[in-house]
């Protein structure tokens, strides 16, 4: 089975900073890869997905893909404290249209 | 566009009982994925339902089962409840094209 591999945290940043989330998984032939934010007693919320190498770019959300070494990110940039959640790593399920999801980073935003 | 809905929002029952959730998918979405997100966890894929058959079941005993109707609404079901099976039941829909998977709001499910 997939693995995808998250620090639990939490992270803590002030507002105004750049927060940088990590992820790492086990299978080299993932092809896509999801980032959701889940506040608490909420139900997770997908903010973005990427499949190609490199950067892509929403509002103050970056994703980064770096299938070489099996690494993705996810930057936020000018952290609010309404950013203050936690933030799960999802790579596709065994060729089903399902999700193996990491155990999720708390990220804390300090005003 | 109505979104996944799920009842009910919480639950508590007694170890060997059963118990059955419930989940509208969001419109369009003719796939329905179940996950367990127990405290301090990611959520975890029990089964996936498409066209009213299983597609695909995590690593869950027998004991977790489920149905989809023709409107594409699911039903999880739950056999002889262990206090382990305390947690956040997550129902999500998505497209025949996607990946993507879209929550509902969840069901609380307590096992004393």
């Known amino acids: 089975q997939k693995e995808v591999e998250q620090n639990s945290g939490p992270l803590s940043v002030p507002e105004g900073a750049i927060a940088s989330l990590n992820c790492t998984y086990s299978?080299?032939?993932?092809?896509?890869f999801f980032w959701y934010r889940q506040y608490s007693g909420k139900s997770p919320e997908l903010i973005m997905f990427i499949y190609s190498n490199g950067d892509k770019e929403d509002g103050r959300f970056t994703a980064q893909l770096n299938k070489a070494s099996q690494y993705v990110s996810l930057l936020i940039r000018d952290s609010q404290p309404s950013d203050s959640a936690t933030y799960l790593c999802?790579?596709?399920?065994?060729?089903?249209?399902?999700?193996?999801f990491g155990k999720g980073t708390m990220l804390l935003v300090s005003p | 566009e109505t979104g996944v809905t799920q009842s009910p929002t919480h639950l508590i029952k007694t170890r060997g009982q059963q118990v059955t959730l419930r989940c509208s998918s969001q419109s369009g979405h003719n796939t329905v994925s179940w996950y367990q997100q127990a405290l301090g966890q990611g959520p975890q894929f029990i089964f996936q339902y498409y066209r009213e058959e299983e597609n695909g079941r995590g690593n869950f005993p027998p004991r977790f089962s489920g149905l989809q109707f023709p409107n594409y609404s699911s039903e999880l079901n739950v056999n002889a409840l262990e206090l382990d099976d305390s947690a956040l039941y997550l129902c999500?829909?998505?497209?025949?094209?996607?990946?993507?998977?879209?929550f509902g709001p969840g069901t609380r499910l307590t096992v004393l």
């Open positions: 299978d080299r032939g993932s092809q896509s």
């Open positions: 999500a829909s998505s497209s025949p094209q996607g990946n993507e998977q879209f």
């Open positions: 999802a790579v596709p399920f065994s060729g089903y249209s399902t999700l193996t």
